[in-house]
C-alpha cells in the first residue's frame, strides 16, 4: 500500500520537445505528490508539488496532472532544455505513512540539442 | 542562505565497522529527515526528527540510529557495517514537520563499506 510506481525509467528528447513522466500510487490516504530534479552530485530538490483536490498545476515549463480516480499524477516538461537533463522523482505522502516521502523509483531525462 | 550541509561529502569504511554522519540544516529550520539512496532500492526512508524527538522511522534495522540536538543538528549512526550499507545518504530539512511543508536536501554522504 505503501509503493509508487514510475515510468519510463529513461527518456530521450529532442530540444523543444515535451517530456512526460508518470506514476501511480496505491494508497488513497497519500495527500501531497511531489516532484522532485537530481542532478548528478547533488540532492534531489524540490520541483513543483500537488494536492488530490487540484487537477492541474503548472509552473513554468513543468506542469503536473493529477487523476485522483486513476490514482495517477504525471509530470510534463514543456519546451525540454539541455539543461533539463537529470534525473526526476515522483513521491507521495500523507495518511498512515506519516510524514515521510514514499519515492517513485525515477526516471533519467536526457534533454538532446 | 546556507543550505543544507552534510559532511563528510565521502566516506570509506570497512564492513564491521561504524560511522557518523552530520546534517546541519538551514538556520530556522527545526525538523530534519534522513534518506538512503542506491540504485537498487532508489530513495528510502530511515527517520525523521523534530524537536530532539524522532517522530518517524522507516524499515531498516536497528544498526541505523540518529539523533537530533537542541541546534536542530542532526546526525546518524550506521553500526556493524555491511556491504549493502554502500549508499547516498541525504538528509533534508523543512521549517516544521512534514514533506508537505517543502524538503530541502544536502547534496549527500557517499559511503563506500569494503
Known amino acids: 500500500q505503501q509503493q509508487v510506481k514510475q515510468s519510463p525509467q529513461s527518456l530521450i528528447v529532442q530540444k523543444g520537445g515535451i517530456s512526460i513522466i508518470n506514476c501511480a500510487y496505491e494508497n488513497t490516504a497519500f495527500d501531497y505528490f511531489p516532484w522532485y530534479q537530481q542532478f548528478p552530485g547533488k540532492g534531489p530538490a524540490l520541483l513543483i508539488a500537488i494536492r488530490p483536490d487540484v487537477s492541474e498545476k503548472k509552473e513554468g515549463r513543468f506542469t503536473i496532472s493529477f487523476n485522483k480516480s486513476a490514482k495517477q499524477f504525471s509530470l510534463h516538461i514543456m519546451d525540454s532544455q539541455p539543461g533539463d537533463s537529470a534525473t526526476y522523482f515522483c513521491?507521495?505522502?500523507?495518511?498512515?505513512?506519516?510524514?515521510?516521502?514514499?519515492f517513485g523509483g525515477g526516471t533519467r531525462v536526457l534533454v538532446k540539442p | 542562505k546556507a543550505g543544507v550541509t552534510q559532511t563528510p561529502r565521502y566516506l570509506i569504511k570497512t564492513r564491521g565497522q561504524q560511522v557518523t554522519l552530520s546534517c546541519s540544516p538551514i538556520s530556522g529550520h527545526r525538523s530534519v529527515s534522513w534518506y538512503q539512496q542506491t540504485p537498487g532500492q532508489g530513495l528510502q526512508f530511515l527517520f525523521e526528527?523534530?524537536?530532539?524527538?524522532?517522530?518517524n522511522k522507516g524499515n531498516f534495522p536497528g544498526r541505523f540510529s540518529g539523533r537530533q540536538f537542541s541546534n536542530s543538528r542532526s546526525e546518524m549512526n550506521v553500526s556493524t557495517l555491511e556491504l549493502g550499507d554502500s549508499a547516498l545518504y541525504l538528509c533534508a530539512s523543512s521549517l516544521v514537520q512534514g514533506a508537505q511543508y517543502g524538503y530541502t536536501f544536502g547534496s549527500g554522504t557517499r559511503l563506500t563499506v569494503v
Open positions: 513521491a507521495a505522502s500523507g495518511g498512515a505513512a506519516g510524514n515521510k516521502l514514499t
Open positions: 526528527y523534530f524537536s530532539e524527538t524522532q517522530r
